[in-house]
């Protein structure tokens, strides 16, 4: 895509590129920063392809679009106002003008839907996984279950209180758990998503991943993690009044660090049972 996108952009004067992303010294992070311009940066590669669609090719073609709508409207306004232009033109066809601004766009969307038909295919591909997990949304936490090969353990996943963060620990406002999804650096993550109650959406956008968790379906998704780090979603579906306190939250770890892990989740998750039921009413109501 990227040699596909390199015409196009110079055929769309890359020079009007959007805005730039946040310049970031160490590795990605996981979740947007006050200020920031641009996406949160990608750690996977279909993150990296998102990007790339957006920056490289939509933002100039819609940029040059704009630009030149505003030229006609500017041109239209001041050589055909009415004190320059008092008789107005009866013309009410022109052919080849009509045939171009039928033909050219279409031209347009074909250019955009070719790599996005790409990049939604890569996304909805599923490569040969080397852990499969399932995401469960319910009103309003999410639970993660971790297959048989892993252990075989469940548990609910539930947003820090406003009251209870703990800045020290690198905790934030609203997107911190209690138990954080844990997956290994470098290893395809095969996620199957489904909803308890209502729709919610999965989405974390380091990943590029966002699939609905819809009640009696079984959506599947993937990624791989390219550095170690927390990264953090949210849901993305309006799915009632917590939806904006249910946020996702997945520290990638070395391998090492993933099998240690595995040894406490699975002891301190059987202890607490499976699936124990939780009632999300200690969770901050939105304000109206
Ligand atoms: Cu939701």
Not at 17 to 41: K, R, Y
Not at 239 to 261: L, R, T
Not at 270 to 283: D, I
Request: some cysteine; proline content about 7%; charged content about 15%.
């Amino acid at each position: 895509m990227s040699g596909y996108a390199r015409v196009v952009k110079s055929l769309a004067l890359a020079a009007l590129v959007g805005l730039p992303s946040v310049a970031l010294a160490a590795g990605p992070i996981g979740h947007a920063v006050p200020g920031q311009v641009g996406f949160i940066p990608g750690d996977t590669s279909l993150a990296h392809d998102i990007h790339i669609f957006h920056n490289d090719l939509l933002m100039p073609i819609i940029t040059t679009i704009c630009l030149f709508v505003l030229g006609l409207l500017i041109y239209v306004g001041v050589r055909f106002g009415e004190k320059r232009h008092p008789v107005p033109s009866r013309t009410t066809h022109n052919t080849m003008l009509e045939m171009a601004w039928t033909v050219i766009p279409i031209l347009i969307l074909v250019v955009i839907a070719v790599p996005s038909f790409k990049l939604l295919t890569n996304q909805l591909t599923l490569p040969k996984p080397d852990i499969t997990m399932k995401v469960t949304g319910h009103q309003w936490y999410w639970s993660y279950n971790y297959p048989k090969s892993q252990g075989g353990f469940s548990f609910d996943s539930m947003l820090i209180p406003d009251n209870k963060i703990d800045a020290s620990k690198g905790q934030l406002r609203l997107l911190s758990v209690d138990n954080p999804a844990v997956v290994p650096v470098g290893k395809t993550i095969l996620v199957q998503v489904t909803g308890a109650d209502v729709i919610h959406s999965f989405t974390v956008p380091s990943f590029g991943v966002r699939i609905d968790a819809i009640p009696g379906r079984l959506n599947e998704t993937w990624f791989k993690a390219e550095h170690t780090g927390t990264y953090y979603g949210e849901c993305s579906n309006i799915c009632g009044q917590n939806h904006a306190f249910m946020p996702i939250e997945f520290k990638v770890v070395s391998e090492a660090d993933y099998q240690a892990w595995l040894l406490t989740a699975k002891k301190q998750f059987a202890m607490a049972g499976q699936n124990p039921v939780q009632v999300a009413t200690a969770l901050p109501v939105a304000a109206h």
